[in-house]
């Protein structure tokens, strides 16, 4: 299995966390976003989209987004299940993971802020205060749905889930963009919790092997 990544890509992050917790061998081939290695015409044939991550089954089924990729391993691979087979369990697991993925991530990710700066030409102060901006209020709605659902060390349950695999890399962003994060305890809890487990310690992109300070 073949896995299409870049470091600092919260989509990417995401999934490397779903391959640590299923234990899933694969190979991981770094695709360099800031200088546009995903636009490369041989890596735009795999993945239409022109975006990270990419999985490469060893079948040669070839799956952009990472939000399929999710579903498709824990289909694959069942253990542990990360989307809950409950139909009310599995509803509020995949609340949270969209209103990160769906919500918050596109607003604030690399070729969104880009666009902000060389097409719109915004200074970097706007730029950054529109990510703090969105950021806020993605939180806000995702500590809501935290107090509703009691979390404690996961989003639900007492066990990991893909919205802890969605949470984790949202909350590093935001971190490294310097976000006030302290009116979020129940998300702080979650993520402490999780940056503590050997699979999400593995995933992490300080550890990759294209990591860059």
């Known amino acids: 299995m073949d896995f ?97 993925s769906c919500d918050m991530h596109p607003l604030n990710n690399l070729r969104v802020l880009r666009y902000l700066v060389k097409e719109l030409g915004v200074s970097e102060e706007q730029k950054n205060a529109w990510y703090h901006h969105w950021i806020a209020e993605g939180f806000k709605s995702l500590e809501a749905l935290l107090e509703r659902a009691d979390s404690g060390n996961y989003c639900f349950d007492n066990q990991v889930s893909l919205a802890d695999c969605c949470l984790v890399p949202q909350v590093a962003n935001a971190a490294r963009m310097k976000c006030d994060l302290t009116p979020y305890p129940r998300v702080l809890r979650v993520y402490e919790h999780c940056t503590s487990l050997p699979e999400f310690k593995a995933a992490a992109p300080a550890v990759q092997p294209d990591y860059q300070p």
């Open 4 to 100: 299409y990544s870049f470091f600092n890509s919260s989509t990417s992050y995401r999934i490397r966390i779903v391959l640590a917790l299923k234990k899933v061998d694969f190979n991981l081939n770094p695709v360099n976003i800031r200088v546009m290695e995903h636009k490369a015409e041989d890596y735009v044939r795999k993945n239409p989209a022109a975006n990270v991550p990419l999985l490469v089954d060893d079948n040669g089924f070839e799956l952009g987004q990472s939000m399929a990729i999710a579903d498709y391993l824990d289909a694959r691979f069942p253990e542990p299940r990360l989307i809950p087979e409950d139909l009310e369990k599995r509803a509020r697991v995949l609340e949270v993971a969209n209103l990160i």
